[in-house]
Nanobody, 125 residues
Framework: VQLQASGGGSVQAGGSLRLSCAASGRTFSRHVMGWFRQAPGKEREFLSSISGSGDSTNYRDSVRGRFTISRDNAKNTVYLQMNSLKPEDTAVYYC???????????????????WGQGTQVTVSS
């Protein structure tokens, strides 16, 4: 599975962005998808995950209610809609995939099998 993240950019605080992550392959629906981010000098942190069917989702507390994860299995794409952005949301955002028939939160970097290249999000005050 190859992942290609896009949609990053520069916005002012309070603005919105929608990230996309396109996946290759024919088993996309068998992968839990996750979004992570990494700010300079910090560890990569979990943001959200979504089950293969899209029925189950989980979020980091600091983004719950502002970020929404979704997926379109027909397009092999997962999205992260980000609203009410804050300067502390500035980071490189990564999508990741885990091949599994079961859903769990999967909030650890080590739990994922494949990673996209990252897309920069910069939020100015």
């Amino acid at each position: 599975v190859q992942l290609q993240a896009s949609g990053g950019g520069s916005v002012q605080a309070g603005g919105s962005l929608r990230l996309s992550c396109a996946a290759s392959g024919r088993t996309f629906s068998r992968h839990v998808m996750g979004w992570f981010r990494q700010a300079p000098g910090k560890e990569r942190e979990f943001l959200s995950s979504i089950s293969g069917s899209g029925d189950s989702t989980n979020y980091r507390d600091s983004v719950r209610g502002r970020f929404t994860i979704s997926r379109d299995n027909a397009k092999n794409t997962v999205y992260l809609q980000m609203n009410s952005l804050k300067p502390e949301d500035t980071a490189v955002y990564y999508c990741a995939a885990k091949y599994t028939f079961y859903y769990n939160v999967y909030d650890r970097v080590s739990e994922y099998d494949y990673w996209g290249q990252g897309t920069q999000v910069t939020v100015s005050s």
